[in-house]
């Protein structure tokens, strides 16, 4: 079965610095597909960023970029010009292509300082 | 306007009740899900429901039950409450079950099992 790991329990950032959260997760699989998820507190689970396995290039959506390293089976989220409007858990998810199973990592809370 | 709604948003019961989380989503999509957030934030797929056909059933005691009559509802029905069971439950929505479809999530129920 697929695992997903993020091993940061607790980030935090200064506001309008960047910040890095990890991810790895472990799949025979070729194709799959990987999303980075937020949770504020609101507890509303909302998409931040996704990726194809198959794409070589790093998905960018404004301040939110992932580097995606297949081989290594690794996939960070970075967050630039950090917001307060950041702060929230985010969970990265695995989702293979060849059923519907979708995998959550433990989550990473991320806190912005002012 | 709200996408995926979820009622209620609190849930306190007594242990052996049974109780039932409803979900509606206006988007149109043709696939729903249920997950279950534990208190340490892991949040892991129940079930989810393609066209009214259950496609995934995970490792979920079979006294949750979930019921669709229609494309955009998908209730969750829980017999002989534990407390085990006290979680947050989060259902969500996609376009169809394409592993690259975003998933649009309801702001969770958080069930209190006493």
């Known amino acids: 079965a697929q695992t997903v790991t993020q091993s940061q329990p607790e980030m935090s950032v200064q506001e309008a610095e960047t910040v890095t959260l990890s991810c790895t997760y472990d799949?025979?699989?070729?194709?799959?597909?990987l999303f980075w998820y937020k949770q504020p507190p609101s507890r509303q689970m909302i998409l931040v960023i996704r990726?194809?396995?198959?794409?070589?290039q790093n998905a960018t959506e404004n301040r939110f970029s992932v580097n995606f390293q297949k081989a290594a089976k690794s996939f960070s989220l970075k967050i630039s010009d950090s917001q307060l409007g950041d702060a929230a858990m985010y969970f990265c998810?695995?989702?293979?292509?060849?059923?519907?199973?979708?995998?959550f990592g433990a989550g990473t809370r991320l806190t912005v300082k002012p | 306007d709200t996408a995926v709604s979820q009622t209620p948003k609190y849930l306190v019961t007594q242990m052996g009740n049974d109780k039932s989380i409803k979900c509606e989503q206006n988007?149109?999509?043709?696939?729903m899900y249920w997950y279950k957030q534990d208190s340490k934030k892991f949040l892991k797929i129940m079930f989810s429901?393609?066209?009214?056909?259950?496609?995934i059933n995970e490792t979920v005691p079979n006294r949750f039950s979930p019921k669709s009559p229609d494309k955009a509802h998908l209730n969750l029905h829980i017999n002989s409450l534990e407390l085990g069971d006290s979680a947050v439950y989060f259902c969500?929505?996609?376009?169809?079950?394409?592993?690259?479809?975003?998933?649009?999530f309801g702001p969770g129920t958080r069930l209190t099992v006493l």
């Open positions: 799949t025979s699989e070729s194709d799959y597909y």
């Open positions: 990726q194809e396995a198959y794409k070589q």
């Open positions: 998810a695995y989702r293979s292509a060849n059923n519907n199973d979708m995998r």
């Open positions: 988007l149109g999509h043709d696939t």
């Open positions: 429901y393609n066209n009214k056909e259950l496609i």
């Open positions: 969500a929505s996609s376009q169809s079950l394409a592993s690259y479809n975003e998933q649009f």
